[in-house]
């Protein structure tokens, strides 16, 4: 499976932005995509994840009732749509594929920096 991200850019504080991440190849063995980021000097964080087929939903509580992780499965895209960002938002935002048999997230797309300014 193939992931590409896009979607980033500079907002301000309470600002929107909306993440696409469109998946190619091996597309029927995917359970979930998962949104992670990371920060300068920090290590990578869980952000939300969906299943595949089905829909379900979990969040962090940290962007819990602000971000919203939905997919178009007719396009292979999953998107998160970010609400009331911080500036503790900010940074690289990787969307990853979860295999079916392994239930191990496999696949990587190269990131999209979310910068959130105060």
């Known amino acids: 499976v193939q992931l590409q991200a896009s979607g980033g850019g500079l907002v301000q504080a309470g600002g929107s932005l909306r993440l696409s991440c469109a998946a190619s190849?091996?597309?029927?063995?995917?359970?979930?995509m998962g949104w992670f980021r990371q920060a300068p000097g920090k290590g990578r964080e869980f952000v939300a994840r969906l299943t595949w087929s089905g829909g379900s939903t979990y969040y962090s509580d940290s962007v819990k009732d602000r971000f919203t992780i939905s997919s178009d499965n007719a396009k292979n895209t999953v998107y998160l749509q970010m609400n009331s960002l911080k500036p503790e938002d900010t940074a690289v935002y990787y969307c990853a594929a979860q295999d079916q048999a392994t239930r191990q997230y496999k696949s990587w797309g190269q990131g999209t920096q979310v910068t959130v300014s105060s």
């Open positions: 190849g091996r597309t029927f063995s995917i359970y979930r």
